[in-house]
């Protein structure tokens, strides 16, 4: 016998002599949230509940109200995949996080609000519109003259045409009115490859996003060719998030570039009724600088006083639909071929003046339609304040 191995025979006899057990592997204890489906989330007795089989419950932080009322909208206007998400822009916490799917070709979609694959379209100029801004390169009022570019990029967009350059716009307009062509020259002059991937990531694209059950990552594929790169910071393809997500990057807006972690389940109480788990608030990361976001979300109120979603929250007489309530948001719109399926986004954040919920509509509509995004959000936004102002919420 080697003199380690005595040695370790030695203590092994020492200690069950002194009536100690030799040590075992110490094993983990199993984390509160083991077990945790959304599926399996039912009304029960008010709230949102799961019951697990070994006695543990887990109560979500959705509100029942919300909840039912945004499940209704997806069901009445026959969306074929919807989801929509509703959180807290101060917390993280999910107030309503509600998704369907009845397309046939996408029925093996399990959590649509958690699925990375949408493309994120025009979302993704918020992207780049940060790296735009806060690195000095332009303001939100610089103009730049363009031609082109709302249904397709091509390499002469790139290019200043004394003759062809008719229209001008600041970056807060081009913002709120989702030019793609000013974007295109900015981003193709200003923002090389890794600066715009190193933005992209700060806003979580390529990073896994924390929260109660694991989330697929949302992907952003900056490429080295100088007119692809282009499009993707205007938001043709290349880059694709989960509603989720969308939701988490206008809560970073809103929340002075500080992005929180989601969170769905409230607490987790044992067999006992014992609670043993109680979500809190917490920080992952800054994605801009306060001014930067500020800068952000005053584009993006353009959107819906003079941008693209003025027409949802508006009605044909120019009054909006939500009076009282100042709303800033960004839409995306791109649409695939084989299959067809037209993808509509909306990300909302209100009150603009005093944010308090961050939003994220996505509606895949085939080629007949009863609504899209910026719609749908309009009625959930009612809904929330309606419900805030009778202390339901």
């Not at 004394?162 to 716009?169: G, M, P, R």
């Not at 060719?225 to 969308?246: K, Q, V, Y």
């Amino acid at each position: 016998m080697t003199q380690k191995s005595l040695m370790l025979t030695l203590a092994v006899l020492t200690s069950l002599a002194l009536g100690a057990a030799p040590s075992e592997p110490a094993t983990e204890t199993p984390s509160p949230l083991a077990g945790l489906d959304l599926d399996a989330m039912k009304l029960d007795d008010g709230a949102y509940r799961q019951r697990l089989e070994d006695g543990r419950t887990i109560t979500f932080t959705v509100n029942a109200e919300l909840q039912r009322f945004a499940d209704r909208q997806l069901d009445k206007y026959e969306i074929p995949v919807g989801s929509a998400v509703i959180l807290n822009s101060r917390t993280g916490r999910v107030h309503a996080l509600s998704q369907q799917v009845t397309d046939e070709a996408m029925a093996e979609l399990e959590q649509a609000a958690l699925d990375p694959s949408p493309p994120a379209a025009s979302l993704f100029k918020i992207v780049s519109a940060a790296a735009l801004l806060e690195r000095g390169e332009v303001t939100p009022g610089t103009r730049t003259c363009y031609h082109g570019g709302s249904g397709k990029l091509l390499d002469e967009h790139l290019v200043d045409s004394k003759k062809l350059d008719t229209a001008c716009a600041s970056l807060r307009a081009a913002l709120g009115r989702s030019i793609n062509a000013i974007f295109a020259k900015l981003s193709d002059r200003r923002l090389d490859r890794s600066t715009l991937a190193s933005y992209a990531e700060r806003f979580g694209f390529n990073r896994d996003l924390p929260f109660d059950v694991s989330v697929p990552r949302s992907t952003a594929e900056i490429p080295q060719d100088r007119l692809e790169r282009a499009r993707t910071a205007a938001g043709f393809w290349h880059t694709h998030l989960s509603p989720l997500h969308a939701a988490v990057i206008a809560q970073a807006v809103a929340q002075d570039g500080a992005m929180l972690r989601p969170y769905i389940v409230d607490n987790v109480a044992d067999s006992g009724g014992e609670v043993i788990y109680e979500s809190s608030p917490k920080f992952v990361g800054r994605a801009v600088e306060k001014e930067t976001a500020d800068q952000l979300l005053d584009a993006m109120e353009h959107t819906v006083t003079r941008g693209t979603a003025r027409t949802a929250f508006h009605d044909k007489r120019g009054a909006p639909l939500l009076p009282g309530i100042a709303v800033a948001g960004k839409t995306g719109t791109l649409t695939g071929k084989k299959p067809y399926r037209a993808y509509s986004w909306f990300v909302g954040i209100a009150p603009a003046d005093d944010p308090e919920i961050a939003m994220a509509v996505l509606v895949v509509n085939k080629p007949k339609w009863r609504i899209k995004s910026a719609g749908l959000s309009e009625l959930l936004l009612g809904e929330y304040f309606r419900l805030k102002k009778l202390g339901r919420i």
